[in-house]
């Protein structure tokens, strides 16, 4: 109650009290909140809209739009949307745990088994938005993907001393999303970038099609794949811990990215198994008429691999 005080009021979201921030961006604030007619627990993104130039309000409302017609257990919920004279605010599902982001500096890197849970979840999302709602994220990243609630993960061995030891992986490691242990739920939050790039009902470019220049087709179909790329950039992440491109300098991570060079660095990389490799090495892959698709990814023998994690409570 003491900390409630502290917390900015705003006229608008009179129903709200907010608890801690939680987040922060370019131009908002996430704090936790409580609805005080339910008492159900929420968290708010504050947009301060006097900040805003009139393309960047037309792109919070084109999230928001987006957000209404999205209803999948890997995509996070926008509960309600209101405005005041100066601020927008999406109230939206609590994810509780943070994000992945914190819990890959936490813990270093993840095992096959624990980012196959993770990333399997991601996917359904983005398949959902790909194939069902024609969605493109365009922002999919470790501080964008949220988990449900406080993940309980065991440490892991450090990488040093790490030898392949399946005996150890079947003691138990972690058991996924049951009883109040596990990871739990993981979902894909921020859809300010995110773009409709297919109708719906049709499942056809935007627009005219028959008035569209082929670039703009190619485009369009290509679009998809930027999710794909970063997927393989999160799955890269989770299995050694830092990002398939680096560098210090922001000219020759560009030109790194650009060609897309990376490497399976040791002795990070040693144990990893091949088949992980090869996934990723289709993800990362430059030309997008090459890259996985969604339903490719899924049906690589990694993913589909045993032990099949067991479907987490929603
Ligand atoms: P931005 O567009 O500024 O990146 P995000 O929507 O990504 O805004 O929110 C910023 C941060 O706030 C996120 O990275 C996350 O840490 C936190 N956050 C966002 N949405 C939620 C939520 N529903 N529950 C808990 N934390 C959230
Ligand atoms: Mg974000």
């Not at 999230?63 to 109230?91: A, C, D, N, W």
């Not at 993840?110 to 999302?125: D, M, P, T």
Request: include cysteine.
């Amino acid at each position: 109650r003491h900390a409630r005080s502290k917390m900015p009021r705003y006229k608008g979201l009179e129903n709200f009290d907010l608890l801690d921030k939680m987040g922060d961006g370019a131009f908002s604030n996430v704090y936790k909140g409580i609805d005080v007619r339910t008492g159900s627990k929420v968290a708010v993104k504050v947009v301060r809209k006097y900040e805003l130039n009139a393309s960047q309000r037309s792109n919070i409302l084109k999230e928001v739009q987006i957000m209404r017609g999205t209803h999948h257990p890997s995509v996070v919920k926008l509960i309600s949307f209101s405005e005041s004279q100066e601020h927008y605010f999406l109230v939206l599902e609590l994810m509780e745990g943070g994000e992945l982001f914190h819990q890959i500096v936490k813990l270093t890197y993840f095992s096959e088994n624990l980012a196959r849970h993770v990333i399997l979840q991601v996917a359904q999302g983005i398949r959902y938005l790909h194939e069902e709602r024609g969605v493109v994220h365009r922002d999919i990243k470790p501080e964008n993907l949220l988990f449900e609630r406080i993940p309980i993960i065991p440490s892991n061995p450090p990488i040093e001393r790490r030898p392949y030891d399946e005996e150890k992986e079947d003691e138990g490691e972690f058991i996924p999303g049951v009883g109040g242990g596990g990871i739990g739920r993981v979902k894909i939050a921020d859809f300010g970038l995110s773009k409709v790039v297919w109708n719906e009902e049709t499942m056809t470019p935007c627009g005219t099609v028959g008035y569209t220049a082929p670039e703009i087709v190619k485009d369009e179909r290509y679009s998809k794949s930027v999710d794909m790329w970063a997927l393989g950039c999160v799955l890269y992440t989770l299995l050694c811990g830092f990002p398939p491109f680096y560098d210090e300098s922001i000219n020759v991570l560009t030109e790194k990215v650009a060609r897309g060079y990376y490497t399976f660095l040791s002795p990070w990389w040693d144990d990893i198994s091949h088949s992980a490799k090869d996934l990723i090495t289709h993800l990362l892959c430059v030309d997008p008429a090459q890259r996985y698709s969604i339903d490719e990814f899924l049906k690589h023998p990694w993913c589909t691999a045993s032990p099949a994690p067991p479907p987490p409570p929603t």
